[in-house]
């Protein structure tokens, strides 16, 4: 498997390592208000173990330890391993991307 | 198709030819030396280089450009081996990788080599061969007599017996059926040869150069696309170097110069040969096997006996040919027996007769090219036998002996065939004198490397063969190898996906002119099985044709249950020659079409692969990365004793002369820190610099406790969870400045928590300007430990530092001058539990700190201690450490519950608090110490309640981390003990099977050592 | 037709033409007392316990393909019970205890071979929690010895003991594991099974399911039509999630590819299983004279049965770290299974929400040397409608509770298990 880093190019699959889906959303065991949420053990359980565990394409969380040490999130089909898009993480320099994209 | 015409009319019975037929020429076979069977001229071998080797210790010679096989067959040998289950004598089949019978053990001592094809084993000057699978000798092999029981030995016999009684399985049953399994022996010796691996990236990788390789390669090449031809063979060609034909009006030899030197010519196109594709991988990966060094005896000096590629290619032309099938018909394994396209090679490439008087049994129209072959060279043809009983009319002209028919029988014994019957349809049958026997069964089509990513192959009637079906992204499949067969089609189509691969990868110049070539026909009538005696399918597994009708009768009709009953296709040829017949017989068995029985699934690598070669140099001290520490020339300089821990190399402790063992070295390095000042190395802790406005409330959310509230110059430990609520890692985090803090991990977690913290940062939280770098390479770090440790550092920086507990106190970080004026980071902080300070130097200068060290304490007896005394020191102080970190225990388990913030979200907050974590009799973290203060305690020791049988009902915990302690004058441990805290000065027992130890200790305090802290703190 | 070897000289006289079919090739009936999805290894020692011990025997086993067509077929055949944490131990020595006795129980040679196996460690460290985990054994009842380098060297001369980037120190040897002929075992329950009446029905894939309006589970919709059932347990491991996802449950699991190899086959040189302490490798070698060996997963989620070069290197470096004389041995054949990764590593068996669906999945890459207690218990399970004691901790609301069965201590990061 080859993956595109958006910083690096692309690369081979020992330069990555692999989280899983990124779907689940991390929750706060605190609401805005800083009140601590009652259900967050629930919302919690959800988010670390449950997975839908998807037979087809899935966004999933790869990180470019042998490179930039970015995080990327990377839309792979499970049946086939076709890598169909990868993008940088929020706080990997998406922004920086997406402007360098609109300036060029 | 060809037109055909009928030896004598379409109705059965079908007359035999009597006619006699006279040899076209007088047989050319060169009389001397031992090649009895070597034609006088002609073939691609150099007579002038003539090559000594020995099979079983006979001396025979060959020449340049021979195989194993091909030598064997100029010097007239027919037995090469014996088969896996009835151990029948075998000889050579093909002329190529698919050969399931002649393989023998290649080299000696360390080098041999089992399971060798002599088909590709290239011949050079002093190779020695041995025959396998047979004892005492090739000819007269004892375990021949499972002929004998081979009624019985029949397709899963083994699972329908040797069951009573129970234990004599692993003492008398299996023991001799792993001793007759197996065919040759591994030298069982370290192999002492090198692999090499390599990358290389093109536009279009082109495997196989026969004709439509070659014209696939010419076509991108010339257009200008960046191109590797792979091919296996020790020299381009593929089956033009075993046929006749014409191309482009010229001779195929000529045309094939041609194509080399143009190609030669071309920058553009890397040539691999000896270079077999094997696998192709998700991304347009492909592996491959470069053999760089088998055609020697020993690889030269620095160079590597085979080379693992990674190709990375945009296109893949697969033009691998075609596999000829054998046919099944009783007796068809004996030596002797081979396919028609190995004679034509032997003959044709090789100058090699396989024998004087060569019978031909095909059911199509190619295998009669071997008959022309044959005459051509001068030998006789005993008769031609075509199931079809038709000539196709491309040879109606030869005068031979033509029969319709089968091949009923073959007669013969381990040298080799001596006749054959032939049956016609009407039963009539007649013996015909011949010493091989050539058979064609048709062609499969290549397409193992389609269907390596589950790409299910196509059956298709007219040429009885399965054709490729999906192949993997950017692949095609061209020529022999798609299923058509004709020299015309394959540089048609190979031309053509030459040219748009080259197009696809953006090349712009000219593909040049398509080549023309011949347009033989092709045309077969299937033939899968003649009735009789034992007809073999998978020769080296010795599965027949009856063995495929037990496994249908038995209900296994799947073709992956019939391969995983029978064996069928599980030998080292992998079902190149037998799968096909093998499902076309259980179809037939069920009723079925083939189509819908379907093959098995394919499987990499396409051709055995070394397992040394995948290895590459990771093997012996090379196995994986060192990593050193900054002062590790100076500790080994001392004679110090290391430690693998990860990747590292740490110094465990550092012996001096008339210590009698690691205990004596370690208790003198604790009391010498204990008693005076000593250091350590600690370079190996993760070491990350966070900065940015926000990087305190980062922390807060990182760790259970809380970093935001942390005064510059001020460091405090610190706990981290993993979102499950257990215990990840912990360290010591300072803060240098408002938005500059320094954090460390453990030695283990450096990896794995950058990676971690980086997710929280660029995942969870991108939101918080902060910043990550990772600085554990950069920092030479050792803590200075004893009550000397002030004194000691008085004489290492400059004099207006203030070290005082209040210009310094505990816990304090600043950045101080050395003396000399270079800076350093000093902190406050203490693992061993004395005045101790940690101070962080560039890690260039590790070896000197290390020096200076010395220097500066040497009035006080400086004393350096390794990772034991470490140990010991935490141990006797109950710091947890990796074993109590063990990725299953919370953080009120070792005690450090009070650290858990109520106030903030972190990570893993919620989860920590669920009922079974929370839970009352939860293991906890404790001191253990012996009754019998003599007594030694060991690690993994189990605590069992006093008077309590041992029982996985009291089994209440075990001891996670032992030493001696100077301090105490006894061996003390840490343990997760149930509800441990609750219970010290309780009297438990120490259960110790493994080593035969019980023992009783009293549960204690983890802090041995100091439990007020006023040392460290002084 | 019971097996001997008999039976076998019989058959031979008449050219084997007397054997029948190993079991039947039924049409399903309306309905079953209990429909077990997947024909597997599970699934078909579910079904023959079922039958045997709880006397159940209007069974049917549905199988999407041929029997052992998934992870029963794709294993490195190891049997072993080196467990150590509450649940784990009792359990695999359970298995380890019904191995023994399998060829007698189902009179089908399948194999079992105790010829042993030998964890290697190579630190302090590593050692230590060996010997944690080698006391469980023994407090358990299970044989478990620890051994030193130099008793090491005396059963395995060929490992590297000159110039190892990791030395072997020692290993922790449980004489009673060893391997099993994985397709015999299922061969073994299929038709043992089926000469207690269970229908074993191929080439049968599970659509969907049938419920009632209270949502209770009332068969199977299937590629041959509904099947009724008044219980449906669920063994497919590899597939669980999309099984799950019919009757809409989201579950604590991952699927992932782990690859295994083989070599060709050569004389007897491994005696029993070996595990390298440091680094991806173990090994055994079958019957047949083959090299069976495997290591780490691919570490993605994966349903392809296949898997790429950077483990498969991974895994050979490891064998020539640990064992230098395979070099010129050569690698015959690559494949790849679906494990079933659960959130701790352990196996999940237990009635689901769902009322008549009942849960057998979370193997992990340790379903083969499971499968006989996992049969029993399941069946237990089936029969009873509670758990069987030896699998009391395999529940599915153990992740909420906290009460995770974690060997490695990896946490909720199913390819790190």
């Known amino acids: ?104 | 198709m060809s037109r055909t015409s009928q030896i004598s009319g379409d109705a059965a019975p079908l007359a035999f030819n009597e006619k006699p037929v006279a040899d076209a020429r007088p047989p050319r076979f060169v009389s001397a030396g031992t090649q009895s069977h070597r034609l006088s001229s002609g073939g691609q071998i150099d007579r002038k280089q003539p090559l000594g080797f020995t099979f079983d210790g006979k001396k025979m010679v060959g020449f340049a450009g021979d195989t194993l096989t091909s030598a064997l067959v100029a010097n007239g040998v027919k037995l090469i081996g014996r088969s896996f289950k009835y151990h029948r004598p075998r000889g050579i089949l093909t002329a190529g990788a698919e050969e399931p019978n002649a393989l023998v053990e290649l080299r000696s001592g360390a080098r041999r080599e089992p399971n060798t094809r002599a088909t590709t084993a290239e011949l050079y000057d002093g190779l020695a061969a041995q025959s396998q699978n047979r004892w005492p000798s090739l000819r007269h092999d004892v375990m021949a007599v499972n002929s004998l029981f081979s009624p019985i030995f029949v397709a899963g016999f083994y699972y329908k017996t040797f069951m009573w009684p129970a234990k004599l399985w692993e003492k008398l049953y299996e023991p001799a059926i792993r001793r007759a399994a197996g065919l040759g022996k591994a030298s069982g010796e370290a192999d002492p040869d090198h692999y090499e691996k390599a990358w290389a990236h093109c536009d279009v990788l082109v495997v196989g150069s026969g004709p439509a390789g070659l014209a696939a390669a010419l076509a991108a090449g010339r257009a200008g696309a960046r191109v590797i031809l792979a091919e296996e063979d020790n020299r381009l060609g593929g089956r033009l170097l075993s046929e006749n034909g014409e191309i482009d009006g010229k001779p195929a030899a000529a045309w094939l110069a041609d194509a080399q030197r143009e190609i030669a010519g071309l920058a553009n196109i890397r040539i691999m040969t000896r270079t077999a594709v094997f696998g192709v991988y998700d991304g347009g990966t492909y592996g491959a096997l470069e053999r760089v060094n088998d055609h020697v005896a020993v690889p030269p000096a620095h160079q590597p006996r085979q080379r693992l590629w990674r190709i990375v290619a945009r296109r893949a032309i697969v033009a691998a040919g075609a596999i000829e099938r054998p046919l099944v018909f009783p007796g068809n394994d004996r030596p002797g027996v081979m396919m028609a396209s190995a004679v034509r090679s032997y003959i044709n490439r090789f100058a090699a007769m396989p024998g004087r008087q060569v019978a031909l049994f095909t059911n199509n129209d190619d295998g009669w090219r071997t008959a022309e072959a044959v005459q051509r060279a001068g030998a006789s043809v005993a008769a031609v036998v075509d199931s079809r009983g038709v000539v196709p009319e491309a040879y109606r002209g030869l005068n031979l002996r033509q029969l319709g028919g089968v091949v009923s029988e073959v007669k013969g014994g381990v040298d080799g065939v001596r006749s054959i019957v032939v049956r016609d349809a009407a039963g009539r049958t007649q013996q015909i004198e011949t010493d091989c026997l050539a058979m064609s069964g048709g062609w499969n089509p290549n397409v193992a490397l389609s269907s390596f990513q589950r790409g299910r192959p196509i059956w298709r009637d007219d040429i009885a063969a399965f054709v490729p079906g999906q192949c993997p992204a950017g692949m095609v499949m061209v020529g022999a190898a798609s299923g058509d067969f004709s020299l015309a089609a394959c540089l048609r189509e190979g031309h053509a996906a030459g040219t748009v691969a080259a197009k696809d990868c953006g090349a712009k110049g000219k593909a040049g002119e398509e080549p023309q070539g011949d347009d033989e026909g092709f045309a077969i009538k299937p033939l899968w099985h003649v009735e009789g005696g034992k007809a073999f399918v998978d020769f080296q597994h010795d599965v027949t044709a009856s063995d495929v009708k037990l496994a249908q009768r038995e209900g296994f009709e799947s073709v992956e249950h019939l391969k995983r009953y029978t064996t069928l296709g599980m030998a080292t040829d992998q079902g190149k020659l037998s799968n096909v017949n093998g499902l076309a017989l259980m179809a037939e068995a069920t009723g079925r079409d083939i189509a819908d029985t379907g093959t098995t699934i394919y499987r990499p690598p396409y051709a055995p692969v070394a397992i040394g070669a995948l290895a590459g140099h990771h093997r012996d001290e090379n196995f994986h990365a060192w990593r050193l520490t900054p002062s590790h020339h100076w500790a080994a300089a001392r004679g110090a004793v290391f430690v693998d821990t990860g990747l590292w190399k740490r110094a465990q402790w550092y012996p001096i002369a008339g210590e009698k063992d690691w205990l004596e070295s370690v208790t003198r390095e604790v009391r010498a820190v204990r008693s005076g000042v000593g250091f350590c190395d600690v370079s190996t802790l993760g070491k990350v610099d966070v900065r940015g406005p926000d990087a305190g409330t980062f922390l807060d959310r990182l760790y259970i406790n809380t970093f935001s509230n942390l005064a510059v110059g001020k460091a405090r430990y610190g706990l981290m969870l993993r979102e499950d609520g257990l215990v990840y890692d912990d360290g010591t985090t300072s803060r240098l400045a408002e938005d500059h803090y320094f954090l460390t991990t453990t030695t283990a977690k450096a990896g794995p928590a950058m990676q971690h913290l980086e997710y929280c940062r660029q995942v969870l939280w991108p939101d918080l300007d902060v910043q990550l770098t990772s600085v554990t390479d950069q920092w030479a770090q050792f803590s200075i430990a004893g009550p000397n440790t002030r004194d000691l550092l008085k004489n290492l920086c400059d004099p207006a530092e203030d070290l005082s507990n209040e210009g310094f106190p505990f816990m304090g970080v600043r950045e101080v001058s050395l003396r000399g004026g270079m800076r350093a980071r000093l902190y406050r902080i203490s693992f061993s539990g004395e005045m101790a300070f940690e101070i962080g130097v560039p890690a260039r200068y590790g070896e000197a700190m290390a020096e200076n060290l010395m220097r500066a304490g040497a009035e006080f007896g400086v004393t350096p201690y390794g990772t034991e005394a470490l140990g010991v020191m935490r141990i006797e102080k109950g710091h947890v450490a990796g074993p109590e970190l063990s990725g299953t225990t919370t953080a009120d388990d070792l005690g450090l519950g009070k650290m858990m913030s109520k106030k903030k979200d972190y990570i893993g907050r919620a989860m920590a608090g669920r009922e079974a974590l929370v839970a009352p009799d939860r293991q906890v973290v404790v001191g253990i110490k012996p009754v019998n203060k003599t007594n030694r305690l060991r690690s993994g020791a189990h605590i069992i309640p006093k008077g309590a049988a041992p029982g996985p009902d009291t089994d209440q915990g075990y001891l996670t981390s032992v030493c001696y302690s100077p301090m105490l004058g006894h061996w003390i441990a840490l343990a997760l003990v149930e509800r441990g805290r609750e219970r010290h000065g309780e009297i438990v027992r120490a259960y110790d099977p493994l080593r035969g130890e019980d023992m009783e200790v009293e549960i204690a305090s983890p802090v041995f050592y100091d439990p007020e802290g006023g040392r460290q703190r002084g | 037709m019971r097996y001997s070897i008999f039976s076998l000289a019989k058959a031979a006289l008449s050219g084997h033409k007397g054997w029948t079919r190993a079991w039947r090739d039924p049409q399903p009936k309306k309905h079953y007392d209990v429909v077990i999805i997947g024909g597997g290894g599970h699934g078909l020692a579910t079904a023959y316990y079922l039958a045997k011990e709880y006397g159940i025997r209007n069974v049917a086993v549905l199988e999407k393909g041929w029997i052992g067509s998934g992870n029963a077929g794709r294993n490195t055949t190891i049997i072993r019970s080196n467990y150590m944490l509450p649940g784990n131990t009792g359990f695999y020595e359970l298995s380890m205890k019904l191995w023994e006795r399998q060829e007698q129980d189902l009179n089908y040679n399948t194999m079992v071979s105790q010829r042993g196996i030998i964890n290697l460690y190579h630190s302090d460290a590593q050692r230590d929690a060996f010997a944690r985990r080698g006391n469980v054994m023994r407090i358990n009842g299970i044989d478990a010895e620890l051994l030193d380098a130099e008793q090491i060297r005396k059963v395995l001369p060929f490992l590297n003991y000159n110039n190892a980037r990791f030395p072997v120190m020692g290993g922790l040897w449980q004489p009673r594991a060893g391997t099993a002929r994985h397709d015999a075992v299922v061969w073994g329950y299929a038709r043992a099974a089926d000469s207690f009446g269970v229908d074993i029905i191929q080439n049968c894939e599970v659509t969907g399911f049938a419920r009632d309006q209270n949502g209770r589970i009332t068969g199977v919709e299937t590629a041959r039509g509904t099947i009724g059932a008044s219980k449906v347990g669920m063994a497919v491991a590899g597939s669980t999630s999309r099984v799950a996802a019919m009757a809409g449950m989201r579950l604590p699991i991952e699927s992932h590819v782990l690859q295994a190899f083989v070599s060709e086959a050569i004389k007897p040189l491994i005696p029993g299983v070996i595990t390298f302490g440091a680094g991806h490798f173990y090994v055994s070698q079958s019957d047949k004279g083959g090299l069976v060996f495997g290591g780490d997963l691919d570490g993605y989620n994966s349903y392809a049965q296949r898997g790429n070069m950077p483990v498969m290197e991974d895994v050979c470096e490891g064998g020539m770290a640990l064992m230098p004389m395979i070099g010129r041995v050569r690698l015959l054949r690559q494949w790849g299974g679906i494990m079933d990764m659960s959130m701790d590593g352990t196996p999940i068996i237990d009635r689901t929400p769902i009322d008549g669906l009942y849960l057998n999945a979370g193997w992990c890459y340790g379903g083969f040397k499971a499968t006989p207690a996992s049969g029993l218990v399941f069946a237990h399970l089936l029969a009873r409608d509670e758990p069987h004691e030896e699998a009391k901790r395999f529940r599915l609301d153990r992740f909420r509770r906290g009460a995770m069965i974690d060997e490695k201590g990896q946490g909720a990061q199913p390819n790190l298990h």
């Open chain 1, 1 to 104: 498997m080859r993956i595109a880093c958006p910083f690096c190019g692309e690369r081979e699959l020992g330069e990555f390592t692999y989280l899983g889906d990124a779907a689940p959303v991390r929750p706060t065991a605190f609401a805005a208000d800083g009140a601590e949420q009652p259900d967050a053990q629930d919302l919690f359980f959800d988010y670390v173990y449950l997975r839908d565990n998807v037979a087809g394409d899935m966004d999933e969380r790869w990180y470019h330890g042998g490179g930039c040490r970015s995080w990327l999130t990377v839309t792979r089909s499970t049946t086939t391993h076709e890598i169909k898009a990868v993008r940088a993480a929020a706080g990997a320099g998406a922004q920086k991307l997406a402007k360098a994209g609109a300036t060029s």
